[in-house]
């Protein structure tokens, strides 16, 4: 294999030409980027925007320009794998060959109908219900989390519907860093399959249950958040209503349906104010945990009365407690919710939902985050309007149509070509679950035990539902200082989590992983002690092809960047791969050991230098 001089070089390298490869031609300007939070805080450290007028009531989307012809099947195999990089964990050959097979709108049409499960909490339950079992006293934790994160993303048949939702997992974001969130890793496995049903539902749902969701209710402090008590000074707390108005709905400044900036004398317009933020803020008083006697006091406090408390609280919607209830005016956004006698939580809530559900921001605001989670951080103003269309009128009249608003997104002309600004940084998890499905793999368990990939400097420094902050792992509008694509004005989110420590650990970790395979190390498994990783390769393709380093590397460069990698870089490969050297088999084979092992190593090679080149990191 590659001796630790050659791997520092190659990381450096794969470092500098990652970057360069992120830039090019034109695109649409970069937009300015907030300072980072600090690690570990949910609460926007950012301050509120200046006062501006009221935002203006919703106007009818402007009519776009004719579009480029649809591309309704693709052409080659590469083709169809680029759109399975979008759509899905990665391509496959299964899948490749159904695409190919139905089209583009017809696959995506498959995917869409088939249903939503409680995938995640199921397998959460019936692993903690074995750990039990086998030792008593001990339970399942977040790792399971994990197990069934990477079981679904490598092996599910529903691949848009999870891929959509680990989407919209970086956009409504809760943390396992949290240690309240942590400690309920049940409630965020319940949290993925929300995500996985409501996130191809409607928008105003989504946006209500995320809002209702106890662990968003911890994470951004309305949970028990209670109406002003004028004697002792408490006012509402402003987390989640600063937020779903920043992150989760319009965003901080008025939005043209391209996607533009709506701008008075040069300058951008705020969508609010501070005293928006104190208006919605009241909205969000008054809501707590479920539980059987409800609406009883002790239930907003403690989720629990007279020594009851329901097992599931943690993970179904919040109720509103009247008591608790802001009975004052409530005006935010141009609407007032007038003074109450009695506080009425859910009523506030609708007026809310119904109003940040229906604002012109919202298509493309969240619209554009979508399109740069699964096809391109630089879309254009068109590709913009165009899915701020759909998200207005799915075609018979219905508003925030998720499904529609996706079909859009991957269906668009632009997200078929290629050119120097279209494509992304892909993130690691993303890195790693394509590699996961390129090359067949397996679990031992069946459990899929990958555990927590947090380390930047010797794992992949993402987990997924463990972002630093509410402001997910990388910001939509960051760019990369001193890099191409900041000379060519455009974004490269990813970009803010790659540094040369993490690409170095990434060509480290790869290297240990090809090697080994992933994940925890299993001791007995079925009563067999095998003591190795839980994921296993399959390489028997590759090995076949271990004595002709042209045709190896030929595969291999396939199986992961589908047609990009060029040959002058194959060519380098090669003469990489060539340099080790297979054994002659002996008289008697009394070297055939050490012939497998050179076979091997050939192949992991071969593997790890396509998995470090931005031919594969960077999804053009």
Known sequence: MLNNNLRRAFATLALSSLMAACGGGGGTPAEPVSPAPAPGTPVSPAPAPAPVSPAPAPAPVSPAPPPAPVVERPATRSEAARFLAQASFGPTDASIDRLMSVGYAAWIDEQLALPATPVHRTHWE????AIRAATPGQTANQDQVFESFWKQAVTG????????????????????????VGENPRAVAAWLDMLNSEGLGNYRSLLETVSRHPMMGVYLSHLRNQK?????????????????LQ???????????????????????????????????????????????????????????????????????????????????????????????????????????????NHPNVGPFIGRQLIQRLVTSNPSPAYIRAVSQAWANNGSGVRGDMKAVVKAVLMHPEARQVSDSSGKVREPVLKLATYLRAFPHSSDTGFWRM????????????????????????????VAPGTAAAAANLVAPELQIAHETSVAAWVNFMRDNVASGLGQNNGTVGGVALNRRDIRPDFTAELALAGDAVALVDRVAERLTWGRASAALKTEIVTAVNSIAIPALNTGGTNQAAIDSARRNRVNAAVLLVLATPEFQVLR
């Not at 010797?458 to 902050?469: C, F, I």
């Open 126 to 129: 019936t692993r903690d219900a």
């Open 157 to 180: 048949e529903d691949q848009l519907r999870q891929r959509v939702a680990y989407a919209l997992s970086q956009i409504f974001v809760i943390s396992m860093v949290d240690g309240t």
């Open 228 to 244: 002003a008590d004028p004697r002792t000074g408490r006012v509402p707390d402003e987390n989640y209503a600063r937020e779903v």
């Open 247 to 357: 992150l989760f709905s319009i965003g901080l400044v008025e939005l043209n349906d391209d996607g533009t900036a709506r701008t008075n004398a040069g300058n951008a317009i705020d969508t609010y104010t501070p005293a928006d933020i104190s208006g919605i803020a009241r909205v969000f008083t008054g809501w707590s945990w479920s539980c059987p006697e409800w609406p009883d006091n002790n239930c907003f406090s403690q989720g629990a009365a007279n020594g009851n408390s329901d097992p599931d609280r943690s993970f179904k919607p919040m109720l509103g407690y009247a008591q608790y209830h802001s009975t004052e005016v409530k005006t935010f956004l141009g609407t007032t919710i007038p003074a109450q006698a009695l506080g009425d939580p859910s009523a506030s809530l609708r007026v809310a939902m119904d109003l940040l559900a």
């Open 451 to 478: 555990g927590n990939t947090d380390s930047p400097a010797t794992s992949l420094g993402q987990t997924p539902l463990r972002s630093p902050s509410v402001f997910n792992f990388y910001r939509p509008g960051y």
